[in-house]
């Protein structure tokens, strides 16, 4: 504790924070937690819990393997990684339970999925066992924030155009009906969030030149 | 350092400690939080009952409401009549597949509204991806339907969840489910749109149509033992 101080919020440090917002997202570049991104983007109100699900376990997790680096043994790491992301999921959900018992209703099966979410196992695997607490820390939040606004705007549109509506409120005004207009069918179903993730990498690549892969 | 880290009983002896640590943890949380959790399931089910009979409840008053309204709860049929209807997990008996349909418990809960009685039924089935369940009220002439609710654990949104929605249970509303002689009617999930209006036909959710059959499948199976039990009331 007695190195060199380096500003809490230096150039690195926020770098840690952005960087998996878009450069290296865990969704649109990484390709991980796709599984999710697909189950659960149905509705904005879902997507929305489920990113502060995953972003409460990913910085509860990064912060406890940043902690113990030096005493988990490298032979069982990533055992002990996932009895700690487990054990943190299942807190959750019992906690989600006990006091937001309508919220806990609505994720359903999809919060003890959160325990096979790839990209927890990746941070934890790549970033915390080698770094400090608070970098981690700054990790957990940059990535579930980076992980949470692709979900949202995954399910805007799918719940836009598949139920025609935002928060379970009806946008889409009911004279469209009358003139004959429908809601989209598959929007609901996975394969089109499969999809609409596919058009954000375009949009988001042709953005930034840097992420296009060369071959 | 005076400790090897890749030694074996380092590994071992961490493997141990933190096997304990989470183990005690975790069983902690479970029994400090069970308490809350076991009140959070019965004020649903609480809310649900009542939202069969239209009686909006929430979390906050959902015990006072449910004293009010609900005069009686029993159970109509099963192994122990004297047992308190309110803690008979209908769900429970549905999975335990030792049990046939004449061993499970049928619970009655009879409700006073507005000085009308009604007489609201669980009812409990599968959908397509797990249980589905509900509450169907039926009015005091033993076969009009007042109201109903349904509920699922992990139907797919936008798709067979809808059965959840009001949309969905407010067709079942004013539909008899006996006729003059007091047989029982079962009532029809349709997908060609002829649900409309009081037929014992309601309409089915587009591209939910597992979830609308195990709807039909629960409803007509369960409401067809308590139609009975009416029957035997009447004569």
New interface residues.
């Given amino acids: 504790m007695s190195e060199k101080k380096e500003a809490l919020f230096s150039k690195k440090n926020r770098k840690l924070m952005t960087d998996p917002l878009d450069g290296s997202n865990p969704i649109s570049v990484q390709v991980l937690g796709i599984c999710s991104a697909l189950a659960i983007t ?2 904005v109100e ?1 997507a929305f819990v489920m990113s502060a699900a995953v972003m409460a376990v990913l910085i509860f997790g990064n912060l406890i393997v940043s902690a113990m680096r030096n ?6 790491r990533i ?2 990684q996932l ?2 992301v487990a ?1 943190l999921v ?2 959750v959900n ?2 989600l ?3 937001m ?1 309508d919220v806990s ?1 609505k994720l ?2 999809f919060v003890g999925l959160i325990i096979t979410n790839c990209i927890i196992m990746g941070r934890l695997e790549a970033f915390a066992l080698g770094n400090k607490v608070w970098p981690s820390l700054l990790d957990a939040i940059g990535n579930g924030i980076g992980y949470g606004w692709i979900l949202v705007v995954v399910a805007f549109f799918r ?1 836009l155009f ?2 025609g509506k935002i928060f379970g409120f009806q946008i889409i005004p009911e004279s469209f009906y009358d003139a004959g207009y429908m809601n989209n ?1 598959m929007m ?1 179903l996975p394969p089109m969030a499969l999809i609409t993730v596919a058009l954000i990498i375009w949009v988001q690549r042709s953005k930034n030149i840097d992420l296009i892969e060369e071959n | 350092m005076a400790i090897n880290k890749n030694s074996n009983g380092y590994t071992f002896a961490f493997a141990i400690i933190m096997v304990v640590v989470v183990g005690t943890l975790l069983a902690v949380a479970s029994q400090g939080l069970k308490s809350r959790q076991d009140k959070n399931t019965s004020d649903k089910k609480m809310i649900n009952i009542l939202g069969a009979i239209n009686v909006e409840a929430s979390r906050d008053n959902a015990q006072e409401m449910f004293n009010k309204y609900v005069v009686e709860s029993k159970i109509i049929s099963g192994e122990d009549l004297s047992a308190p209807a309110f803690d008979v997990d209908i769900k429970k008996e549905f999975r335990d597949k030792s049990l046939t349909i004449l061993d499970r418990n049928y619970p009655l809960y009879i409700c006073e509204k507005e000085g009308n009685r009604y007489y609201v039924i669980p009812v409990v089935g599968t959908g397509l991806w797990g249980p589905i369940w509900g509450f169907v009220a039926i009015d005091s002439d033993y076969k009009t339907i007042y109201g109903a609710t349904f509920d699922h654990k992990g139907e797919t949104p936008g798709l067979g969840a809808e059965i959840k929605q009001s949309s969905y249970s407010d067709q079942y509303a004013g539909e008899v489910v006996a006729d003059y002689s007091g047989a029982f009617i079962p009532i029809i999930v349709v997908k060609d749109g002829s649900g409309k209006g009081m037929n014992s036909k309601v309409d089915g959710i587009t591209g939910g149509t597992i979830t609308s059959k195990g709807v039909e499948e629960m409803t007509t199976r369960t409401l067809g033992v308590y139609v009975n039990y009416f029957n035997s009331l009447n004569n």
Avoid at chain 1, 71 to 76: A, D, V
């Fill in positions: 149905v509705q879902q005493l988990i043994p490298s032979r069982i055992i002990v009895v700690i054990a299942i807190l019992e906690l339970k006990a006091f018992p209703e359903s099966v719940e598949g139920s069918n609901i």
